[in-house]
């Protein structure tokens, strides 16, 4: 078969729009996964016994388990074992919030660990109290190295909501196969999305190198 790239013109609209979903789920998602990532990864590093093993029970399962596999469990064994029904959009959110949070998890712990402990002695010597210490001393230094580990996580997390396909939520990979099964112009539908995913990765990566930056001039 003849390739005509015209078709992606006509199909363009339909492209971004799953664009726009696959972007939603991204940044939604990140966002509450950056919350529990923060919140897990602090329980690991200065939590006491029992809360250090909450978190590290989840990262590990989390960690361990494919992210498709949690999504199909979000979505399919929820309901059986909760009597809890979530729509397919939500499960997808819920989904990079908990897998993402994982990994975010081991970045901050990394991080905040990697500062020497002189300044977290030095900060309580005159007299503030712990939360305050990571708050002003520790967190701003170790936000600096969580950069670049974070920003791989969340080029991660954007190219794993393609796996949401198969829940049938209506993300870029979804509109794409649709498309193409449609019309059966596999090179062209398929190249587009290539395309449009690199084109979102890359506005991702140079977001933040800039942030990375300017923090490094800080």
Excluded: C
């Amino acid at each position: 078969m003849d390739t005509d790239w015209s078709v992606i013109v006509d199909f363009l609209p339909q492209l971004l729009e799953g664009a726009k979903t696959t972007i939603y789920i991204t940044v939604v998602g990140l966002i509450g996964g950056l919350v529990l990532g923060t919140l897990a990864g602090l329980m690991r590093a200065y939590g006491g016994r029992i809360l250090n093993a909450i978190a590290f029970a989840y990262i590990e399962v989390i960690r361990g388990t494919p992210i498709v596999v949690q999504v199909m469990f979000l979505y399919f064994a929820l309901p059986v074992l909760a009597d809890l029904r979530i729509d397919p959009m939500s499960a997808a959110v819920l989904a990079i919030v908990v897998n993402a949070g994982a990994y975010i998890a081991e970045i901050v712990r990394g991080a905040f660990l990697s500062i020497g402990k002189g300044l977290t002695e030095a900060g309580l010597a005159i007299g503030l109290p712990h939360w305050k210490v990571l708050t002003y001393i520790v967190g701003p230094l170790a936000f600096r190295r969580l950069i670049p580990p974070l920003g791989n996580q969340f080029i991660v997390s954007l190219k794993d909501t393609s796996l949401f396909i198969v829940i049938g939520v209506g993300e870029l990979t979804r509109t794409g196969q649709e498309i193409m099964a449609s019309n059966f112009r596999a090179v062209e539908i398929w190249t587009a999305v290539a395309i449009i995913y690199l084109v979102m990765t890359g506005t991702l990566s140079l977001i933040l190198r800039t942030i990375e930056k300017r923090m490094r001039i800080l």
